[in-house]
């Protein structure tokens, strides 16, 4: 059943970029910098779900750093000379020698959340926030897919929503959270997600049990948290490997994050990608800090030595059923190696089980029937971020995260924002300069062509 909806912008823009998370931020300062000549595009605009700015907020956990270094910024390796760079940020807040004091690469998240807000209030006007995009379809002109129509939610369900029009699409809509199976989030049980803001509803304010389901950085960061908010509070950390293992950020490892690495991987036959992923998997998933995991122990043996053990790590370890009761959580918790079943009352249970990339084809709706898609159903994309469509499509959809599969292990990361944004920028400027580029894929003959 096709919705009524209200045309506030009746302009096919260049592009119209959904989500507004650090990815389509930086491609809006690519936009914002870009210089006649160098590709420039004529209109853009941003829409986004939430009421204004916010990178993970939910995980703005006071001590919580970043895992990349600063000057993998919006824009450095694409502009080391950009107004946007964390240093200009830092320039205008008047703490630049400070933090150069500091002899630290990786600056704490809430900071680095400061600067992506700076930011974006320096391109407010590219973006409309509250606008939660909920359709996609394709606009047909002689027998050609000429451009898109967006239809974004404002405001509450009943109310129509609005349409956008745009000849290239961005999408930049980031992960969604994980649940295992038959878990639902309520009052008592929170994905890591949202942490900080569920802790300020709780009741009762002093809890005396959180549980904690994961082992990796999210985990650890809750573990970490919510040990130290509540010293009358006994904290279990339930995951199924043995410890906490570290994350590789040893220098030739992190270079899979590189730009080069994403050229390789594209490349590389489906085997080597394998491969690639799972060697250098540790330097991402899964994986906690080394001074946090140091932490963590550092607690647990300070615990046993007063003999009041309050962080209790229950390792080799499955949740087996989740029940909710007048007060709280009931938790069943087994042994992997002697089956022996542990019964937990808490007061919270916090899933830290990750997250998954949104499914571009689950956004398109009826726009994701002229998408392409590999044996295992997964979209086609090219070289340069561009998903693959028959070829009576004139209007492109760009991707900025979920193209793991295609180019690699930094897709979802800010490694490569700021590279992936002036690409992505050149590959739709050259498109609309020269037509006949639409006709013909790119990259014809790269890994998952179509025969
Ligand atoms: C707690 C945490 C810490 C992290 N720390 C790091 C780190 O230190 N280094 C690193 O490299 N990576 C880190 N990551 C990975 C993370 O994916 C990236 O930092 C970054 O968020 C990716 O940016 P993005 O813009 O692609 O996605 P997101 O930041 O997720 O932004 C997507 C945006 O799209 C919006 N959106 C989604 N759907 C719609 C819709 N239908 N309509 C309108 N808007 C929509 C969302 O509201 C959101 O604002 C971290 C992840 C988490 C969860």
């Not at 030595?305 to 229950?314: Q, T, Y």
């Not at 949740?319 to 190696?337: I, Q």
């Not at 690409?423 to 400027?429: H, K, P, Q, S, T």
Request: with cysteine; aromatic share 8%; hydrophobic share 40%.
């Amino acid at each position: 059943m096709s919705r009524s909806t209200r045309s506030d912008d009746p302009q096919v823009h260049d592009l119209l970029g959904i989500g507004f998370g650090p990815s389509n931020l930086a491609l809006a300062i690519a936009i914002r910098e870009a210089t006649a000549g160098s590709g420039r595009i004529d209109s853009a605009v941003f829409l986004e779900r939430q009421p204004s700015f916010g990178w993970h907020r939910g995980m703005l956990l006071d001590d919580a750093t970043m895992q990349v270094s600063f000057l993998k910024d919006l824009v450095t390796l694409r502009n080391p000379a950009s107004g946007f760079s964390f240093l200009c940020y830092l320039q205008s807040r008047g703490r630049l020698i400070d933090f150069i004091n500091h002899k630290n690469l990786f600056p704490s998240r809430v900071e680095f959340h400061d600067y992506l807000e700076w930011a974006a209030a320096q391109v407010d006007d590219l973006v409309r926030y509250g606008h939660d995009v909920v359709d996609v379809r394709p606009v047909w002109r002689d027998g050609e897919l000429d451009h898109f129509e967006v239809l974004a939610q404002v405001g509450p369900c009943s109310a129509a929503p609005v349409s956008y029009r745009a000849r290239n699409l961005v999408l930049g809509v980031g992960l969604r959270p994980y649940l295992p199976d038959g878990i639902t989030l309520d009052t008592r049980v929170w994905h890591s997600r949202d942490l900080l803001p569920n802790l300020r509803g709780l009741v009762p304010s002093e809890p005396s049990r959180f549980v904690v389901v994961g082992a990796g950085q999210s985990a650890a960061e809750a573990v970490d948290h919510l040990h130290r908010e509540f010293p009358a509070a006994e904290v279990c950390a339930v995951f199924s490997r043995y410890g906490y293992s570290p994350a590789d950020d040893s220098s030739f490892a992190n270079r899979i994050f590189d730009p080069a690495a994403v050229q390789e991987y594209f490349t590389a036959p489906p085997e080597v990608k394998e491969m690639m992923l799972s060697y250098h998997g540790n330097t991402n998933y899964s994986v906690v800090d080394q001074e946090l995991i140091d932490e963590l122990y550092r607690r647990v043996y300070q615990e046993k030595v007063r003999g009041i053990e309050r962080l209790r790590i229950l390792n080799l370890s499955r949740l087996v059923e989740t029940v909710r009761t007048p007060e709280g959580v009931r938790m069943v918790v087994e042994s992997l190696v002697s089956n022996e079943k542990t019964v937990l009352d808490a007061d919270v249970v916090v899933f830290a089980t990750g997250y998954r990339p949104v499914d571009p084809f689950d956004l398109l709706g009826e726009a994701a029937e002229v998408c392409l898609r590999d044996d295992a159903g997964r979209a086609l994309v090219d070289r340069d971020y561009r998903l693959r469509t028959r070829p009576e499509v004139r209007a492109g959809i760009y991707l900025q995260g979920g193209t793991e599969h295609s180019h690699g292990i930094s897709s979802s990361l800010l490694s490569n924002t700021a590279v992936r944004a002036a690409e992505i920028l050149g590959a739709i400027c050259a498109r609309s300069a020269d037509p006949a580029l639409d006709r013909e894929p790119e990259y014809a003959g790269a890994p998952g062509s179509p025969a």
